[in-house]
């Protein structure tokens, strides 16, 4: 979908916009105007978090000769819920839940992440037991009450509630995503008897079945609340002190925007906004390219994360787990379920550890040795090699010019960790060791990209890949070969890639409804009305940031066999459902399921359990884009500023290539493989099976020689 | 590739990694296509990947150890039965026969060859547990295999593609639920074929022609690396024993020589108990599983299970023993047993390590199995006639045994690693209400590292019926035994909450308006008791884990009236303990 500019989302085309990100270290700043743009990039100010966004914004205004008065929209990401989960440093929180289930959310599934170490831990829920508590009341599966509400335990809780100092509350009954009523009496008693506490219904968090999951969402919810009330509030305060007369929008993972008021209620779903942001921006890359098959590819210090995009669309999912902490193993954080873009994440950056097994194999990852110490050739003490010692032995990057010169990099304690840690237990060396080390990083993120997307039935042959992020350009051509892609993509100033994406987001909201219904006994005419319910809700809160704007509603469906335990996302069709409707929504079924799984099962009802509805808005303001595009005719000649030994895998030795200044490359320069395109940021490895050239946009493409990906493949 | 060019082991490493990639994704493949609830919300699975002589290469890492070898050597036995040249691309074998696949009737093996250019270049096995295959059920009154539901032995599924037809409907006719039992086998068909399709893809890519040079790279290195760790042990025969409850009140001994020794571990059950007339009888390929877990996971947990890792744990028992029953003894419920191994296992090791071994926790699978309906119950037909029928197992556990310096986890499947079936799923499936499940106060363990806690689990019809349980728990006479002078765990229980108690082996009905009460094991704790940090023993009680007479009386820690540890109390009785 092209982004469609119109002055009825409350924001002009022409307005000058200002994102800011805050991120674990750095918050970033990108201010938009039709003139251009800037951006300044701020320590976070973790006591105060608002205190580093106006500075931040405050020097983007500067650079640009710009006042507060000036910006006619704010967007902003922050990872700022994401580590109150992470560092435990959220509300004093209390869960109110049915008798005889105080204990969901800490025996979550009753299971051990990894399998053969016996000395796991499990994750601590964010709800200590002293602080769940229960009440008489039960629901059943189908809605029905089966036990009234205690509204007199209700009111006792209150006091205990009140004398324990708690600050924010959860609510999570059994089957309330069948009937909420008692959830919201129990709300309301509490409400009024604590004012000033927050309080988080899973029925509204998290409307969907299984107990564990939602109890924990809602927990995840009430936990940042208060946290992230305080500062949005403050933030909104402090802005508009400061001149700015704007709206403001916030970022969720769901990669829509959304206000102020909705992220204060739900302020779980901004978890992964910075991510999100990033993968906005590949969608819109792809978008300007006309490309329609991605895979987003972002790899930083000591992860990477890896997003599958078609057709505009970035994969979604609803669940999503905050803070793995055993080797970023599934199970080993808390499940959140919120709509989110779905990535995979890999312990894989540039300061993954390398070591060897017992198998003699090298492994890379997931521990990092972060940027204190960093890796060795960092001199600050690091005695272990990462993948930026293993890049630099093999020639990748320059020690003298590592971040644009700021950092002199020793390549002698890059080869010293190596060859003690790789080198000497595998009888290798130095060279091939480093060689290992990069090939064994670009397998994982390969491997896991190939399993990601068997479980959501793509196919990643045949993509483009947009890198991003400071490692990203180093291994993206050989990420590529391994997966059978052609076309790389690695956009200027990516550094600030997120903010960017931000002022590419759609304002959207999502909402989804757990209701078993069987395609045997579909009944169109509730599905419709439950539709209508759920559009109104979305709808409300899109036009709380785009009052007049065209809004688009989306529908997807979960759905499965009668008996199965996992759905797969079906698009629905547009319109409202009529009897006919069934032999579609099959049809549309078992398209999905036979891509996925190779075959249909014959005989068995088709049954959906989730409906889920989005209602988008364009995102507001015009994008801006970098000038027009170069027409000359023929490329003009890319100039060479020096060489530097590069190891080929192909011939299976180091051979001397060319290196090239990025900003010294005019647009529609082709350079060939294997060659090296050098930036303060980062460097690009155009490996022997590619040809870059520079694009209008001043991103870097890569096109393999076609018959050169085969043999490298080999 | 060219030969002994030392980029090759750089290359090797990366294909060995793509396998196990490969493996993942046929086992993720199966994880959401399957029907019943063992498979699709349990994790009750296993997929790998074969040479063409049937060596395993690479195993996903998934719920269930008990299939570690036994699926690993099914394969071979269908090579015996049909060599490869006669196998053609698009076919597919089954298998259930409990000696030649898993264990039991209810676990159905996959196995299908992968061909790439006309020619057989490895095979794909998986396997997977179905909710229902005739029979007596699982802890029924069954006295022979025979009884215990439909045998399949290794018999073709699939031929050249098409599915035999004849077969799916003599299974679905044998099964009392066919539409979850035939969607498994669907899977189990579509994983391997996922896999196939992966390992043509990377043999293309690589340029292989076949997996010989991988395969020996991977399996020297697997034994090398497996014997290396073992070689680090103290050499030595160590020896164990474990009283478990058995049946019908008559408890048995299962005995362990475990003999550590630079060509491997061998470990022998000679002096355990004989077989049994009821299913808890455990065929030797599902003791070997077993067996190699508890031994893999003190010895060599992050070596990969393959034909060459798992040859360095041999194990043997004498033929009749329980735990090497042979055909026809029953076998329905040979987890229960087999689940005790790796607790047998670790009183051997814990000789030649001392500090490296957990204490005894619940370990077999408390698995809540209820049904209900004509047929499945006692009552009035007349009355069950207006039932619902219903058949659903959920997966549940008590706690585990404390570790050297950390405390058991509570309500946390080992060695089995299952995930439970959340209560909500299980409502939505069947007629029925569970009214708690909660940690059991005071069941784990006491230790200076606290046993797990078990849990409690309350459940009653939904619709006002009698409906029944089918059991197959231990512990229940005998509880887990902590270390190192640590206490044992709370034994389980199983009653009607009005107050009569339930076998734990069998199959009983609760009558209509009736609460049936579960109550799991706890862990045994580790170390001293008296030399847990009294700010632990305060959290526990403060947090309802532990009471505050066990806090006094076996912790020797007495608190204030808001849950302060009395320091001056506390230091007098425990100085008073140390004294008796």
């Known amino acids: 979908m092209p982004p469609v500019i119109t002055p009825e989302s409350g924001v002009s085309p022409d307005a000058i916009r200002l994102a800011v990100d805050i991120g674990g270290t750095f918050t970033d700043v990108v201010l938009e105007t039709p003139g251009g743009s800037w951006s300044a990039k701020v320590l976070t100010t973790k006591a105060a978090p608002e205190d580093g966004v106006l500075d931040g914004m405050r020097r983007a205004l500067a650079l640009a000769g710009l006042v507060p008065a000036d910006v006619g929209l704010i967007v902003h990401g922050t990872t700022l819920a994401t580590n109150a989960i992470i560092e435990r440093k959220g509300a004093l929180t209390a869960l109110v839940t049915t008798k005889g289930f105080r204990d969901s959310i800490e025996m979550a599934q009753e299971n051990r992440f990894e399998q053969y170490d016996i000395f796991i831990e499990k994750p601590e829920p964010l709800v200590p037991r002293p602080l769940r508590f229960t009440v008489p009341e039960r629901v059943d599966a189908r809605g029905g009450v089966r036990l009234p509400l205690d509204e007199k335990a209700v009111e006792g809780l209150a006091e205990t509630l009140a004398a324990r100092g708690v600050e924010s509350i959860a609510i999570g009954f059994l089957h309330s995503y069948a009937n909420p009523a008692h959830e919201r009496r129990a709300g309301e008693i509490l409400a009024n008897r604590l004012p000033g506490v927050r309080l988080s219904l899973s029925c509204d968090v998290c409307p969907e079945v299984r107990e564990y999951e939602r109890f924990s969402t809602t927990c995840a919810n009430a936990y940042v609340q208060p946290l992230m009330g305080r500062y949005l509030e403050n933030l909104r305060q402090r802005i508009g002190q400061a001149g700015f007369a704007c709206p403001i929008l916030l970022m969720t993972s769901g990669g829509g925007l959304t206000t102020l008021e909705t992220a204060v209620r739900f302020p779980i779903r901004l978890v992964e906004s910075g991510p999100a942001g990033g993968v906005i921006l590949s969608t819109w890359i792809a978008e300007r390219f006309g490309i329609d098959r991605i895979l987003s590819f972002d790899m930083g210090g000591t992860t990477a994360k890896i997003c599958i995009i078609d057709d505009g669309k970035p994969m979604a999912s609803r669940s999503f787990e905050v803070d793995r902490r055993y080797r970023f193993m599934k199970g080993s954080g808390l499940p959140v379920r919120i709509p989110v873009i779905e990535m995979v994440e890999i312990g894989a950056g540039g300061g993954s550890l ?59 304690l890059s080869r010293a960790a190596i060859e003690g840690h790789v080198g000497i237990p595998l009888d290798l060396d130095v060279t091939l060791s480093a060689f290992g080390i990069s090939e064994v990083v670009e397998e994982n993120m390969a491997n896991a990209a190939r399993v990601h997307a068997v479980e959501r039935g793509a196919e990643l042959e045949g993509r483009t890949l947009i890198a991003f992020g400071g490692g990203a350009p180093l291994h993206a051509a050989r990420l590529a070969e391994k997966l059978g892609i052609a076309d790389v993509l690695i956009p200027a100033s990516a550094g600030v890639g997120s903010a960017v994406g931000f002022l590419r987001a759609p304002i959207a909201f999502e909402v989804v409804r757990s209701r078993f219904v069987r395609l045997g006994n579909f009944d169109a005419g509730s599905i419709n009305a439950m539709f209508a319910e759920m559009a109104k809700d979305a709808v409300d809160v899109v036009k709380l940031g785009a009052p007049s704007a065209p809004i688009t509603i989306g529908r997807s469906a979960d759905m499965r066999y009668a008996g199965q335990g996992h759905e797969i996302l079906v698009q629905l069709p547009d319109g409202p459902f009529t009897a006919a409707s069934v032999a579609e929504l099959r049809k549309r079924f078992e398209a999905g399921y036979r891509t996925l799984f190779n075959r249909v099962v014959p005989g068995v009802d088709v049954e959906v359990t989730g409906w889920i509805l989005r209602a988008e808005a364009p995102a507001p303001g015009r994008a801006i884009d970098r000038g027009p595009a170069d027409t000359r005719a023929e490329a003009p000649r890319s100039l060479s500023v020096g060489s530097r030994t590069l190891f080929n895998p192909a011939q299976r030795d180091f051979q001397d290539v060319p290196v090239y200044q990025r900003t010294e490359l005019a647009t529609g320069s082709a350079v060939q493989g294997p060659a090296i395109i050098a930036e303060d940021e980062t460097t690009t490895v155009v490996t022997a099976g590619f040809t870059a050239r520079i694009e209008p946009s001043g991103a870097i493409r890569l096109t393999a020689k076609a018959a050169a990906l085969q043999e490298a493949a080999q | 590739m060219r030969a002994n060019h030392p980029l090759n082991r750089i290359e090797y490493q990366v294909m060995w990694n793509r396998l196990i990639s490969v493996v993942e994704e046929q086992a993720q493949t199966l994880v959401r296509t399957a029907f019943g609830t063992a498979t699709r919300e349990a994790g009750d699975l296993s997929a790998g990947v074969y040479d063409t002589t ?152 690589f340029g292989l022609e076949h997996l010989d040079d991988l395969a020996r790279h991977i399996l020297d290195h697997s034994r090398e690396a497996s014997l290396e760790a073992i070689r680090k042990l103290p050499f030595g025969t160590y020896h164990n024993s474990m009283t478990v409850d058995g049946m019908n009140g008559k408890s048995m001994e299962l005995k362990a020589a475990l003999t550590i ?81 790796p607790d047998v296992v670790f009183g051997c090791l814990q000789q030649a390590l001392p500090q490296g071994v957990p204490a005894e926790g619940t370990s077999c699978l408390w698995n809540v199995r209820l049904m209900g309906g004509m047929g499945r119950v006692d009552g009035d037909p007349a009355v069950l006639a207006k039932a619902t029928p219903f058949n659903v197992t959920s997966f549940h556990s008590g706690g ?88 044992a765990g709370m034994t389980g229980k199983v009653e009607i909450v009005s107050g009569k108690s339930l076998p734990p082996k069998a199959h009983s009905s609760i009558p209509a308006g009736e609460r049936l009460r579960v109550s799991m094991p706890g862990g045994g704790g580790y170390g001293d008791p008296r030399r847990r940090d009294p700010a632990k023993v305060a959290r526990d009680v403060a947090s309802g884990l532990v009471s505050e007479e066990v806090a006094r009386n076996v912790y020797g820690v007495v608190l204030t009236a808001d849950f302060a540890v009395d320091e001056a109390a506390t230091t007098k009785a425990r100085m008073v303990a140390a004294a008796e």
């Open chain 2, 261 to 341: 020794g630079p060509e491997g571990i061998d470990v022998d059950f000679a002096g355990s108990a004989g077989v049994v007339q009821n299913g808890i009888n455990v065929p030797l390929c599902y003791t070997e599983a077993y067996t190699s877990f508890g031994v893999k996971c003190i010895v060599a947990p992050h070596v990969p299970n393959n034909a060459a890792s798992l040859a360095t744990i041999r194990v043997t028992a004498p033929d009749g023993c329980i735990l090497n029953a042979k055909h026809p003894a029953p076998v329905a419920a040979r987890s229960i047993i087999g689940q005790m191994l």
């Open chain 1, 354 to 412: 390398a070591s060897v097994d017992a198998m003699k194999r090298i492994t890379v990852g997931p521990e990092s040795a972060g940027s204190d110490p960093g890796p060795a050739c960092y001199r600050l003490g690091g005695t272990k090699p990462a993948v930026t010692d293993a890049n630099v032995v093999l020639g990748r990057i320059d020690p003298d010019r590592f971040a644009g010169g700021t950092i002199t990099l020793d390549a002698a």
């Open chain 2, 54 to 205: 049937g060596r395993m290469l690479a195993q996903a890492v998934t719920g269930t150890p008990g299939h570690v070898n036994s699926m690993a050597m099914s394969v071979g036995h269908v090579l015996d039965k049909v060599p490869l040249a006669r196998m053609n691309d698009g076919d597919a074998y089954i298998v259930n026969d409990p000696w030649q696949g898993t264990g039991h009737l209810n676990d159905i093996v996959i196995v299908t060859p992968t061909f790439r250019r006309g020619t057989a270049v490895g095979l794909f096995a998986c396997t997977l547990h179905v909710v229902d295959i005739g029979g007596r059920g699982i802890m029924g009154a069954a006295q022979q295999v025979y009884e215990e539901g439909l045998y399949l032995p290794i018999t073709k599924i699939v031929d050249r593609g098409e599915i035999n037809q004849w077969l799916v409907d003599i299974i679905a006719a044998n099964v009392r639920e066919p539409v979850q039992v035939i969607g498994d086998i669907y899977s189990e068909i579509s994983s391997n074929e996922v896999g196939g399709r992966r390992l043509v893809a990377m043999m293309d890519e």
């Open chain 2, 400 to 487: 585990t045994g404390a570790r050297p310096k950390l405390d058991g986890l509570s309500a946390t499947a080992f060695p089995s690693g299952v995930r439970n079936v959340p209560v909500e799923i299980t409502e939505t499936i069947a007629p029925v209400l569970v009214w708690s499940k909660e940690y059991r106060t005071d069941s784990g363990g006491a230790g200076e590292y606290r046993g797990g806690l078990g849990q409690i689990m309350e459940i009653e019809s939904a619709e006002d019926m009698p409906f029944g349980i089918s059991t197959s728990f231990d512990r229940v006479v005998y509880p887990p035994r902590g270390r190192a002078g640590g206490k």
